[in-house]
């Protein structure tokens, strides 16, 4: 049964590389509630017959399964993403409990918005770069001398904290979380306003390029956390097109006034 408050929650797996934890994933996603997988890359072949052995009765989540190149396409149209991550990493947040962190993906039935829980691959986990595309971290708590879980069976202890979250009695603590504010602007939107801030920070001198990727991720956590809206981002966008413009200007040694409809245009 497909809970209202789950159903538009993604299950992103990156470059996962054996097919039995594909199948064993749906698996668990039919046995909670859970529908939308998406495949990062897969290393294997989710439509294999080892896929299917292990995903039993949830074939249908492999069939309707999406199956893209890169993170962000996985992302497309999600407001919010959680990453799930084993080690300590280079990141200014906190790391987060299962039961904490992931009824912040739950959305109203009429909203038509996704969220995502996203997983790395068996090997090696999140690299600091696809963990910059999430905004929150979960850890499951495990022991220090084998902190790794297999990548099935944490799938399987993250959807069963999502649908206990989904149950009735536990509603009243699903919204909740004033330091992480409802974001409106899908996190693609987002990442294009990122690729465009690092071009013209580089191009005016703030950013160089040996060091650009350690000051941008600072940049991506701040405008994560900050969740601007659809009109703030265009102000931002706008912002930085009228810096190209400047410079442009510049460069030709035109007036510094410039031309006032190219101006206002530049501010969207």
């Known amino acids: 049964m497909v809970r209202p408050l789950l ?25 909670m509630g859970l529908t ?15 896929a299917r ?27 919010r993403a959680i990453a799930t991550t084993s080690r300590d990493r280079a990141l200014n947040t906190d790391m987060e409990l299962p039961e904490i962190a992931l009824p912040w993906l739950l959305k109203p039935a009429e909203v038509e918005e996704s969220t995502a829980l996203i997983f790395g691959p068996e090997d090696r986990g999140l690299s600091n770069e696809e963990l910059n595309y999430a905004q929150r971290f979960v850890r499951i708590p495990s022991d220090a001398d084998y902190p790794s879980l297999n990548l ?11 649908a ?4 009735p009695r536990h509603q009243p603590t699903i919204r909740s979380e004033p330091i992480y504010p409802q974001a409106s602007v899908p ?13 013209v920070l580089l191009k005016i001198g703030y950013l160089y390029p040996h060091t650009a990727d350690s000051r941008m991720e600072k940049f991506r956590r ?12 265009a102000m931002l966008r706008g912002i930085l097109r009228q810096m190209e413009w400047a410079l442009i200007q510049a460069s030709n040694h035109s007036p510094s006034e410039g031309n006032s409809s190219s101006q206002e245009d530049a501010r969207g």
């Open 222 to 233: 701040f405008f994560l956390r900050a969740a601007p809206t659809h009109q703030e981002l």
């Open 53 to 79: 052995l292990m995903a039993v009765h949830a074939a249908e989540i492999l069939e309707q399964a999406l199956v893209v190149t890169t993170l962000p396409e996985a992302l497309t149209g999600c407001v």
């Open 36 to 50: 939308e997988l998406v495949l990062v890359n897969p290393q294997c072949d989710p439509q294999g017959n080892e």
């Open 7 to 31: 159903k538009h929650i993604r299950i992103v797996l990156v470059e996962p590389a054996g097919a039995l934890n594909v199948g064993a994933a749906a698996r668990v996603m039919a046995n």
């Open 152 to 162: 099935a069976q944490a799938i399987a202890l993250c959807c069963y904290e999502l």
């Open 164 to 167: 206990r979250a989904a149950e």
């Open 187 to 199: 996190l693609d939107k987002l990442e294009g306003f990122h690729q465009h801030l690092e071009a």
